[in-house]
T-cell receptor, first 113, second 113 residues
Framework: GQQLNQSPQSMFIQEGEDVSMNCTSS?????WLWYKQDPGEGPVLLIA?????ELTSNGRLTAQFGITRKDSFLNISASIPSDVGIYFC?????????????FGKGTKLSVKP | NAGVTQTPKFQVLKTGQSMTLQCAQD?????MYWYRQDPGMGLRLIYY???????DKGEVPNGYNVSRLNKREFSLRLESAAPSQTSVYFC????????????FGSGTRLTVV
């Protein structure tokens, strides 16, 4: 089935640093989504991308829908302690067989004050 | 508050015991999903229901059964729990082809001893 390769698997950074993570796939997706999961909670949607090449920001977060439609990137600028959590990418193909959304395995972010 | 409610939040079972995880949504979404989350494995789809009256297997359905009781409720049953089913279980809902992503509950943390 379809798979998303999300990297890096984990990051341990200093407060104030910028963060970059990405997802790649061998398949084309129509929509890319980025979620954040706080410790002990369910994932929450951060950003949704609907067009190839689209660049969208949400505060200090910026995400891009790759031109090839096979990848997406998430950047966090000037990280703060509350950015700690697991970030998931998800790709959507309309009419997929296993539900619609395919999730990456997540990037675990730790921030040192 | 609108959202997805999962019960119970925590559960410890002995091997061979059965239990049902409950999920209820008041978002009027058509689709509902059950995921399990294990360290380093991301979110794996167990079962989903595209609409009331239909259910389909996901990536890891073995050892589980589901019931879409009505539009609001989607339950997950473990008939004979095994230690390999120790995990965090998330229910999610979606609508409109899922282009806005899914809304997740806060999870059920299950330990099978």
């Amino acid at each position: 089935g379809q798979q998303l390769n999300q990297s890096p698997q984990s990051m341990f950074i200093q407060e104030g640093e910028d963060v970059s993570m990405n997802c790649t796939s061998s398949s084309i997706f129509n929509t890319w989504l980025w979620y954040k999961q706080d410790p002990g909670e369910g994932p929450v949607l951060l950003i949704a991308l609907y067009k190839a090449g689209e660049l969208t920001s949400n505060g200090r977060l910026t995400a891009q829908f790759g031109i090839t439609r096979k990848d997406s990137f998430l950047n966090i600028s000037a990280s703060i302690p509350s950015d700690v959590g697991i970030y998931f990418c998800a790709g959507l193909n309309y009419g997929g067989s296993q539900g619609n959304l395919i999730f990456g395995k997540g990037t675990k972010l730790s921030v040192k004050p | 508050n609108a959202g997805v409610t999962q019960t119970p939040k925590f559960q410890v079972l002995k091997t061979g015991q059965s239990m049902t995880l409950q999920c209820a949504q008041d978002m009027n979404h058509n689709s509902m999903y059950w995921y399990r989350q294990d360290p380093g494995m991301g979110l794996r789809l167990i079962y989903y229901s595209a609409s009331e009256g239909t259910t389909d297997k996901g990536e890891v359905p073995n050892g589980y059964n589901v019931s879409r009781l009505n539009k609001r409720e989607f339950s997950l049953r473990l008939e004979s729990a095994a230690p390999s089913q120790t995990s965090v279980y998330f229910c999610a809902t979606g609508t409109g082809g899922s282009i806005r992503g899914y809304t997740f509950g806060s999870g059920t943390r299950l330990t099978v001893v």
